[in-house]
């Protein structure tokens, strides 16, 4: 085979890359073999649990992340035996590993702060080479080889471990972690709508000014807030350029809503994940690369096996718009409209409260939304045309084309944005199409085949999904209606 001159080239910068970063990282695991949960602790502090862990990465490397969970009661601290809040501890430390772990990927696990049995082991290490699929990609790491990690239990007996729940909870009491995006807020208002006999609680973690003025604006019966607190020591490795990358960030999240719910006496957790989330980014290794791993079907029906076994037996947890996809999602959304000046999904305009308007999440979710909102609302809501911005002719075509890897973010299925850019061509004057839709037009399929799909996804229902029945009957008068 021959290559062009800017072939070759590309090829050699990325073999040049490659190498590096395996030196690079065959150092970091050879300074650094051993990751080792050491401990945790529980303290109640003025209406505060507090959850501190200490990590330790051999010979040099410690790090201390804190979970602070407000507004508790001393009373309410009271319920839970100590046991069980002990077992909640230990989970939330091991859910927090990959974000620490990461940084020097260390051969070996080593858990000192409690037990776990072989399936536990296998649970674990399954998170982290699934839900780290995309580090593992973006930095290219082997980490098919079955010695690339293994997790091994050093556990002094006196340390109480497994210790599930088994009281019964109250069934019509639901947490609903609310993040300020438009997924939860179609969540809090199915449920505000058509569960009318149970209480709502909302949480939210780190808040953004999104997510507060969601509640606000919710009939919310409470308000859970958590603080998650990055050890500053890993920032500063970071920046000292030791690995970093994207971890199941969902599933910290999860594990923090399911200790809430004990400790605040709720007996279903309501999730907003999508059917959408199922589908994966790329293929790395023979295996497909999701960066919605730990939010995808696949992961919650893991995790439900799990809190049941190790953490609260009668404990509910599912996803409420799972039926759905994101398409379905945003049409529903497109009619609630004071939450149009509200919400923001873009990561990276978070800490400003506003839209970048260069990310591939705010060009999805103004394609998803583009067909249901005129061209003015979008324009309110983000400030510009997005299809008018050139910036975004790659991210757009990524959405599209099988022959690139999906952005690594929340976005919408493949068919789904194509679907999305074929009712914009059709509904725009030809002659005066946007860059972005001038770019994407000649991958999009003859009519029939879109037109076709389009109404079939609107109208589509996915039964892979935990929902209890009444949920289910919910959510479909929901949709009819809405």
């Not at 199922?278 to 290794?285: L, Q, S």
């Given at each position: 085979?021959?290559?062009t001159?800017?072939?070759?080239?590309?090829?050699t910068?990325t073999?040049?890359?490659?190498?590096?970063?395996?030196?690079?990282?065959?150092?970091?695991?050879?300074?650094?073999?051993?990751?080792?949960?050491?401990?945790?602790?529980?303290?109640?502090?003025?209406?505060?649990?507090?959850?501190s862990?200490?990590?330790?990465?051999?010979?040099?490397?410690?790090?201390?992340?804190?979970i602070?969970?407000?507004?508790?009661?001393p009373?309410?601290y009271?319920?839970?035996?100590?046991d069980?809040?002990?077992?909640?501890?230990?989970?939330l430390?091991?859910?927090?590993?990959?974000?620490?772990w990461?940084?020097?990927?260390?051969?070996?696990i080593?858990?000192?702060?409690?037990?776990?049995?072989?399936?536990?082991?296998?649970?674990?290490?399954?998170?982290?080479?699934?839900?780290?699929?995309?580090?593992?990609?973006?930095?290219?790491?082997?980490?098919?080889?079955?010695?690339f990690?293994?997790?091994?239990?050093?556990?002094?007996?006196?340390?109480?471990?497994?210790?599930?729940?088994?009281?019964?909870?109250?069934?019509?009491?639901?947490?609903?972690?609310?993040?300020g995006?438009?997924?939860?807020?179609?969540?809090?208002?199915?449920?505000?709508?058509?569960?009318?006999?149970?209480?709502?609680?909302?949480?939210?973690l780190?808040?953004?000014?999104?997510?507060?003025?969601?509640?606000?604006?919710?009939?919310?019966?409470?308000?859970?807030?958590?603080?998650?607190?990055?050890?500053?020591?890993?920032?500063?490795?970071?920046?000292?350029?030791?690995?970093?990358?994207?971890?199941?960030?969902?599933?910290?999240?999860?594990?923090?809503?399911?200790?809430?719910?004990?400790?605040?006496?709720?007996?279903?957790?309501?999730?907003s994940?999508?059917?959408?989330?199922?589908?994966?980014?790329?293929?790395?290794?023979?295996?497909?690369?999701?960066?919605?791993?730990?939010?995808?079907i696949?992961?919650?029906?893991?995790?439900?096996?799990?809190?049941?076994?190790?953490?609260?037996?009668?404990?509910?947890?599912?996803?409420?718009?799972?039926?759905?996809?994101?398409?379905?999602?945003?049409?529903?959304?497109?009619?609630?409209?004071?939450?149009?000046?509200?919400?923001?999904?873009?990561n990276r305009?978070?800490k400003?409260?506003?839209?970048?308007?260069?990310?591939?999440?705010?060009?999805?979710?103004?394609?998803?939304?583009?067909?249901?909102?005129?061209?003015?609302?979008?324009?309110?809501?983000?400030s510009?045309?997005?299809?008018?911005?050139?910036?975004?002719?790659?991210?757009?075509?990524s959405?599209?084309?099988?022959?690139?890897?999906k952005p690594?973010?929340?976005?919408?299925?493949?068919?789904?944005?194509?679907?999305?850019?074929?009712?914009?061509?059709?509904?725009?004057?030809?002659?005066?199409?946007?860059?972005?839709?001038?770019?994407v037009?000649?991958h999009?399929?003859?009519?029939?085949?879109?037109?076709?799909?389009?109404?079939?996804?609107?109208?589509?229902?996915?039964?892979?999904?935990?929902?209890?029945?009444?949920?289910?009957q919910?959510?479909?008068?929901?949709?009819?209606?809405?």
């Open positions: 085979m021959q290559f001159t800017t072939e070759s080239a590309f090829l910068e073999s040049q890359m490659s190498s590096h970063m395996n030196t690079r990282l065959n150092y970091f695991r050879s300074k650094h073999s051993r990751f080792v949960y050491k401990s945790y602790d529980v303290q109640f502090r003025n209406g505060t649990i507090v959850f862990f200490e990590f330790h990465i051999t010979p040099d490397l410690t790090f201390r992340p804190v602070e969970i407000d507004g508790i009661k009373e309410a009271s319920i839970i035996p100590k069980n809040l002990n077992n909640l501890a230990f989970n430390g091991l859910v927090e590993i990959p974000s620490y990461k940084a020097t990927c260390s051969p070996e080593v858990v000192m702060a409690g037990s776990l049995d072989r399936n536990q082991i296998d649970w674990w290490k399954n998170l982290i080479m699934k839900g780290m699929g995309e580090f593992f990609y973006v930095n290219q790491i082997n980490y098919r080889d079955p010695a990690v293994t997790i091994t239990v050093i556990n002094d007996k006196r340390i109480p471990t497994h210790f599930p729940f088994e009281d019964k909870l109250p069934q019509d009491r639901i947490l609903v972690p609310v993040s995006g438009k997924d939860s807020i179609v969540t809090i208002n199915v449920l505000e709508n058509y569960a009318h006999s149970y209480e709502i609680g909302c949480l939210t780190n808040p953004t000014s999104a997510a507060i003025k969601t509640i606000q604006k919710s009939n919310c019966n409470e308000q859970i807030t958590v603080t998650r607190k990055i050890d500053n020591n890993l920032l500063s490795l970071n920046s000292d350029g030791y690995l970093n990358g994207h971890t199941p960030f969902s599933s910290v999240l999860d594990f923090i809503s399911i200790s809430c719910a004990l400790i605040f006496n709720y007996g279903k957790v309501i999730l994940n999508e059917r959408s989330s199922n589908e994966g980014n790329t293929v790395y290794m023979g295996e497909v690369i999701n960066h919605q791993y730990s939010k995808s696949e992961f919650e029906n893991l995790l439900r096996e799990y809190v049941s076994k190790y953490i609260a037996k009668n404990l509910e947890i599912f996803s409420l718009l799972r039926p759905l996809y994101e398409i379905q999602i945003a049409e529903y959304f497109s009619k609630l409209k004071d939450y149009h000046s509200i919400f923001l999904s873009c305009g978070q400003e409260g506003k839209w970048c308007r260069r990310c591939p999440k705010c060009l999805s979710t103004f394609l998803l939304l583009s067909p249901f909102l005129e061209e003015k609302e979008l324009i309110d809501i983000f510009e045309d997005l299809f008018s911005n050139s910036t975004l002719t790659e991210t757009a075509l959405l599209i084309s099988l022959n690139k890897n690594f973010e929340c976005v919408g299925t493949y068919e789904e944005n194509l679907i999305c850019f074929y009712i914009n061509i059709k509904r725009r004057n030809p002659d005066k199409l946007p860059i972005i839709l001038q770019s037009k000649s999009i399929p003859n009519e029939v085949f879109a037109e076709n799909q389009a109404d079939l996804l609107l109208k589509s229902w996915n039964n892979e999904n935990n929902l209890p029945d009444e949920f289910v919910m959510l479909k008068k929901a949709m009819i209606e809405s």
